[in-house]
């Protein structure tokens, strides 16, 4: 029976969480012991199955439900949320407060409403005018006037008084808001007293270099040079190619790899997804083919496509090629699979037998993630050797439509 | 055009809906997953997403950013479904007579397997029925870990827990999953000859 700090050398092992004096420990433990090469295998096999576990799918409407589900309110963050909570009698002094004003508001409006305005100089015509008709809002130059002695000699009581409440005095101008009351053309500020919270700063950028083809145009002249004319801007590109079916695209990119006689080392978890017909998305890297190279490559996948697709419609498998450059999340992606920054290139020289050999390698991306520890990664990575002249680095995924 | 999360969220913190509907679609199927693989059940870990979505947009005020969003959001799944696995363990466990207090395993006659065709059906069924026998520690690490293939600074931020623990969890989960399936096969390759002899 092994210890268990040899059980856990072995599991780390496995998953490929182990420094290099641990690989050497674990491979010479694995040699020496029947036991810990059972395990080994035994915890590889569990892995794979961990890793090409079916995926179950949600319901076609689940965003919706969610969305019905979700609260009517926005979360917006509310300052009054923020107040400490108020006591019972603090609340009835409040409410209190707030029947007081509006009392004593309501009382002021009719007072103005009923009360007349009095100008500076004009008599007071109340006491004996007390019987007269008033007249409302029909100003007339007669009674806006001052009232002349003559008009005063005059019995008052046949004449009916007129009092304007539309006209103001010179000095009070109608839109001039007065203090502590809004204007009607100012903004309506918020009445909770939301502060609004500011948009992010928007960084303009220049656009991404981006080319997309739909790849059934391969066949023509057209999109070969554009295609071929957008490689040659860089030394390394991302290339997005949609399809259907991403186990028949890949199988057709192996297909036509083969043709060529390019050498492309799939990963064991790529295998078993490809034997049970799980489809995932894959990974292809290689930065061993030019920029002529790859234009031949879709040329023939876009042509093949074609005359499937013509054959009978839906035949066809390939949609849009994307073409983009390599960003930082590639390098991430690139890293975590390969274990490795695979665009620096290693300085082992190409031997001369091994020009014509031109590889690259497959891999699984999630859910089914390949293990930069497995046999096939670890065999392409000790087999690269510093690239052949006029070569780019592709990273190219099959993305399923 | 392309938001990334933390514009999303806040734009959903202003009152956007739309766009806390687009967090949702982005990262509903790989959360399921997860949530699917930690439960075992279906429904289940509907369930579990879907509230833990809501929660997710009542509490958008609490997020500070300094973590991922998707990292933020596995903690508030991960945690609810590790929670409803517990209640789960005891009632079920409450339930039965003290000598059957085990999960015990499904139906492993010889007659009940239905044939070639579901091989594959039964294979994971074995796995998520082993799966299942983990503690909701070991399970959540050997999920996040082997399923998602996510990295251990991240499973340490949404588990809360320090890296070295991560790994040593996953040793032992990693090791305890296999006893487990080792034993599993031995009792099938028992069954098979029992009814071999029987017949």
């Known amino acids: ?401 | 055009m392309n938001r990334d999360d933390s514009q999303l969220v806040l734009l959903a913190i202003q009152g956007d809906r739309t766009a806390f509907g687009e967090l949702i679609r982005r990262h509903q199927e790989r959360l399921y997953h997860t949530v699917y693989r930690l439960l075992g059940h279906p429904d289940d870990a509907q369930d579990v997403v879907q509230d833990a979505f809501i929660s997710a947009y009542q509490s958008l005020r609490h997020f500070k950013g300094d973590a991922r969003f998707s990292t933020w959001l596995y903690r508030i799944a991960v945690n609810s479904a590790i929670s409803k696995k517990r209640k789960r363990r005891i009632i079920v466990q409450a339930d039965l007579p003290p000598h059957q207090r085990i999960v015990e395993p499904l139906d492993e006659s010889f007659e009940s397997q239905p044939g070639d065709a579901l091989e594959r059906e039964e294979d994971e069924e074995a796995l998520q029925d082993a799966l299942n026998q983990l503690t909701p520690e070991h399970r959540t690490v050997l999920v996040l870990k082997e399923i998602d293939g996510e990295r251990y600074e991240t499973i340490a931020e949404i588990l809360k827990i320090p890296v070295g623990t991560v790994r040593s969890r996953l040793h032992r989960a990693r090791l305890e999953l296999n006893d487990l399936l080792i034993a599993k096969e031995a009792r099938r390759e028992q069954v098979e000859s029992r009814s071999e002899n029987r017949s």
């Open chain 1, 1 to 401: 029976m092994m210890s268990e700090s040899k059980r856990f050398l072995i599991s780390a092992y496995a998953g490929g969480d182990v420094s290099p004096q641990q690989i050497r420990a674990a491979e010479q433990l694995i040699d020496e012991s029947a036991e810990a090469r059972r395990l080994y295998r035994q915890l590889r096999s569990t892995q794979v199955r961990l890793h090409t576990l079916s995926l179950p799918e949600l319901p076609y409407d689940f965003t919706d439900r969610v969305m019905k589900s979700l609260p009517e309110q926005a979360p917006i963050i509310r300052p009054s949320t923020l107040e400490p909570q108020r006591s019972m009698g603090q609340m009835t002094r409040r409410r209190l407060g707030i029947a007081t004003s509006i009392a004593m508001t309501v009382a002021l409006g009719s007072f103005l409403l009923f009360t007349p305005s009095r100008k500076s100089g004009t008599p007071d015509t109340s006491q004996a005018n007390v019987s007269a008709p008033i007249v409302e809002e029909t100003a007339t130059a007669k009674s806006d006037a001052d009232p002349t002695p003559k008009d005063l000699d005059k019995p008052a009581v046949s004449e009916p008084i007129v009092f304007n409440r539309t006209k103001k005095s010179d000095g009070e101008k109608s839109d001039t808001p007065k203090p502590g009351i809004p204007s009607p053309n100012s903004p309506a500020s918020d009445p909770l007293g939301n502060v609004p919270i500011p948009l992010p700063k928007l960084v303009q950028v220049s656009p991404p270099r981006l080319l997309a083809l739909p790849l059934r145009t391969m066949d023509t002249v057209d999109a070969r040079q554009k295609l071929k004319q957008e490689l040659d801007k860089a030394t390394s590109h991302h290339i997005d190619v949609f399809c259907r079916d991403t186990n028949r695209g890949l199988e057709r990119l192996q297909a036509v790899c083969r043709d060529k006689g390019i050498r492309l080392i799939s990963d064991s978890i790529v295998q078993e997804a490809l034997k049970r017909k799980i489809r995932g998305q894959y990974l292809v890297y290689s930065d061993e083919l030019t920029a002529k190279d790859w234009m031949q490559l879709f040329q023939s996948l876009g042509v093949t496509d074609k005359k499937a697709e013509d054959k009978k419609p839906g035949d066809g498998n390939f949609d849009h090629a994307v073409v983009m450059p390599i960003d930082s999340g590639d390098k991430k992606e690139l890293t975590s699979l390969f274990g490795s920054d695979l665009l620096q290139v290693p300085a082992k020289p190409i031997a001369a037998k091994e020009r014509d050999i031109r590889t690259g390698v497959v891999t699984a991306l999630l859910p089914w993630k390949s293990s930069p520890n497995s046999k096939e990664i670890r065999q392409f990575l000790d087999d690269r050797r510093s690239r052949p002249n006029g070569s780019i680095a592709v990273v190219l995924v099959i993305r399923s439509l």
